[in-house]
């Protein structure tokens, strides 16, 4: 039995998945950041295995097949209506005429 080994094999298999395995994107980010341990330079590792886990983290967040969630959501609640509009911090409140400026019942601007 022959089998085509793929990229995406590759990629898995590098960071610790099965070959059948469709991890998200969370599930690379762990794993690449488990395998940079191994793999770097400065834990021992090569510089070739690192470059080679960095290429196939890569690879996978690029290639990643989006999961279609079928949680329905409900829509966002209208706002309630105000009786009166909030007054910011600067804004005075209204001041009352004085009554020297108010003019009797009956009168007229007209001069004669």
Known sequence: MVTTVTTKMLALLMLGFKED????IED???AWKRMCFIYHSDH???DVTF???VMARDYLLENIQPVVS?????PPPSPTPREEPRRSYY???PTPE???NKK?????DIPW
């Open 51 to 53: 470059r080679a886990s």
């Open 98 to 100: 004085p009554e020297y």
């Open 104 to 108: 009797p019942a009956g009168y007229t």
């Open 70 to 74: 079928r949680q329905v959501f409900a």
């Open 21 to 24: 395995e469709n991890p998200n």
């Open 28 to 30: 690379i980010n762990k």
């Open 91 to 93: 804004t005075p409140p």
């Open 44 to 46: 021992g590792g090569s």
